[in-house]
T-cell receptor, first 114, second 111 residues
Framework: NAGVTQTPKFQVLKTGQSMTLQCAQDMNHNSMYWYRQDPGMGLRLIYYSASEGTTDKGEVPNGYNVSRLNKREFSLRLESAAPSQTSVYFC?????????????FGSGTRLTVV | DQQVKQNSPSLSVQEGRISILNCDYT??????FLWYKKYPAEGPTFLIS?????DKNEDGRFTVFLNKSAKHLSLHIVPSQPGDSAVYFC??????????FGTGTSLTVIP
């Protein structure tokens, strides 16, 4: 039972490079999320997808784009990486958006932008 | 501006004693609250939640208390065990779509 799988686990980018973080869940969840975790800041929501075919901005969306490819997959793209995007990125899913649902998180992607 | 705050970055407790982790929030629209536990190099895992219509929710050794008038919630772990050593995050949501997390409290349970 894999749950939420994120790839890659580690990545180093040069400023200005682009990359896509991949996320897939096998729990038939409707909602998916991308967070970043920075020291002293907790987890902050970047984008979420309440259901297949929809995406919405979270607290810190600037510099990112997302694609809900299908019900299973939700990718996060950095078009032109900046050092301020150095962070640990977590993907999560939940059965549905709304009250009474908790996230299942992936193990994270540690991204360094130099 | 941090809407969910955990003012204690760390806490140490003896095995068998009670651990109390605190969380404060500023947004009165928050009506569902959750606690997550995180080990190093892993993603957070869900621990316990509470709706604003309740003031207490219990699950085994874990109890969450909510004081809406004070905009404060706490997680009690009794008895604390070494395996409870982890970082604990509280989270809150007004809608179930946007979730706001605290900065975390690192709990160390001393054998």
């Amino acid at each position: 039972n894999a749950g939420v799988t994120q790839t890659p686990k580690f990545q180093v980018l040069k400023t200005g490079q682009s990359m896509t973080l991949q996320c897939a869940q096998d729990m038939n969840h409707n909602s998916m999320y991308w967070y970043r975790q920075d020291p002293g800041m907790g987890l902050r929501l970047i984008y979420y997808s309440a259901s297949e075919g929809t995406t919405d901005k979270g607290e810190v969306p600037n510099g990112y784009n997302v694609s809900r490819l299908n019900k299973r997959e939700f990718s996060l793209r950095l078009e032109s990486a900046a050092p301020s995007q150095t962070s640990v990125y977590f993907c999560a899913s939940s059965e549905a958006a709304g009250q009474g649902t908790a996230h299942t998180f992936g193990s994270g992607t540690r991204l360094t932008v130099v | 501006d941090q809407q969910v705050k955990q003012n204690s970055p760390s806490l140490s407790v003896q095995e068998g004693r009670i651990s109390i982790l605190n969380c404060d929030y500023t947004n009165s629209m928050f009506d569902y609250f959750l606690w997550y536990k995180k080990y190093p190099a892993e993603g957070p895992t869900f621990l316990i939640s509470i709706s604003s219509i309740k003031d207490k929710n219990e699950d085994g050794r874990f109890t969450v208390f909510l004081n809406k008038s004070a905009k404060h919630l706490s997680l009690h772990i009794v008895p604390s065990q070494p395996g409870d050593s982890a970082v604990y995050f509280c989270a809150a949501t007004p809608t179930g779509n946007q979730f706001y997390f605290g900065t975390g409290t690192s709990l160390t349970v001393i054998p």
